[in-house]
């Protein structure tokens, strides 16, 4: 169902994504990749972090991004949600894996900020995924997110 995991190879492309990123943009400090992975015979995201950490994708861990512009690769701007049930809820629903994303990226004078920008929205299920997907995240790591 869900595709073969190498977490050192993901975590080498999340380092690599670190390492090369433009001189001139204020630089990202934490990197995760997003991945298919199968969770109560189920599909849904995996995520591997930048200590190469590998855990499943909740609604609580992307409460930390609904402020937050993420990088596709260190370069793309985009925010990243759910799909689905809003953020907030009870701890059940909050601990659910996320098994659909809307990712919107950002053309345009963004700097980190989305106004002034085009927001061009897209929505990504984790068996369309044919590989992982580094993100990254300027400033401090994501609250509740492991180091």
Do not use: C
Request: aromatic share 8%; net charge negative; hydrophobic share 40%.
């Amino acid at each position: 169902m869900g595709q073969d995991l190498d977490v050192s190879e993901i975590h080498e492309a999340i380092t690599h994504a670190l390492e090369m990123q433009p001189e001139d943009t204020y630089r990202a400090t934490y990197g995760f990749a997003l991945y298919p992975r199968e969770f109560d015979n189920r599909l849904v995201f995996g995520i591997v972090t930048s200590s190469a950490e590998s855990m499943v994708l909740t609604r609580r861990l992307l409460q930390a991004f609904e402020s937050r512009m993420a990088w596709i690769y260190g370069r793309v701007p985009a925010a990243i949600e759910p799909v689905g049930n809003e953020l907030e809820g009870e701890d059940s629903t909050l601990d659910q894996p996320v098994e659909e994303l809307r990712i919107t990226t950002y053309i345009g004078p963004t700097q980190g900020k989305r106004r002034g920008a085009i927001g061009l929205p897209s929505f990504l299920a984790p068996s369309a995924m044919t590989g992982p997907l580094v993100i990254l995240v300027r400033g401090q790591r994501p609250e509740g997110w492991p180091a």
